[in-house]
C-alpha cells in the first residue's frame, strides 16, 4: 500500500505531518510494503479555498491513504471517491504515524470531522 503524508519539508520518515492537505508544500509517500519513500511536490498548493482538486495535487501518483493533521470536506470527497482512504495523524512524524497506521489506530476523516473553514466558527481541528 501506498500511504500519503502531507508535509513542509522533506526530512524523510522523521518529516512532521503538515496540519492542512490542500496548503502542503510537498507530500512524503511510503510504500508500506518495501519502506520506500518518495516525494512529490504539491501540484495544486496555490488554489482557492475550498477549491483543492488532490488528484492535481498529487500529480496522479496512484495512493491508497492519507495521513493528514487537518482536510476540508471537497478534498476529503474527491479522495474518497478515488478509492483513497484519509486518516487524522495522532503524532507528529510520519515514523509515528505510520507506526499507528500499521496498527489501525489512526481514526478516519468524515465529511463530519473536516475543516469547515478558517473563520466564523468553521470547526477546524487544526
Known amino acids: 500500500m501506498k500511504v500519503c503524508f502531507p508535509v513542509q ?3 524523510g520518515i522523521d518529516s512532521k505531518v503538515y496540519n ?20 512529490i511536490n504539491n501540484g495544486d498548493q496555490h488554489h482557492a479555498h475550498g477549491a483543492c482538486n488532490p488528484l492535481k ?14 482536510i476540508g470536506g471537497g478534498a476529503l470527497s474527491r479522495l474518497n471517491q ?17 507506526s499507528r ?8 476523516y468524515t465529511l463530519q470531522s473536516c475543516c469547515g473553514g478558517h473563520s466564523h466558527g468553521g470547526n477546524c481541528a487544526h
Not at 492542512?20 to 510494503?33: Q, R, Y
Not at 483513497?84 to 515514523?95: C, D, E, G, I, K
Open 57 to 70: 495535487a498529487l500529480d496522479g501518483q496512484k495512493i491508497d491513504a492519507v495521513v493528514v493533521g487537518g
Open 9 to 11: 519539508q522533506n526530512e
Open 20 to 39: 492542512h492537505f490542500g496548503s502542503a508544500p510537498l507530500f512524503i509517500l511510503v510504500d508500506t510494503e518495501s519502506g520506500a519513500l518518495s516525494q
Open 82 to 98: 478515488s478509492g483513497v482512504r484519509v486518516y487524522r495523524a495522532q503524532s507528529v512524524t510520519v515514523r509515528e504515524n505510520l
Open 101 to 108: 497506521y500499521a496498527d489501525k489506530n489512526l481514526p478516519e
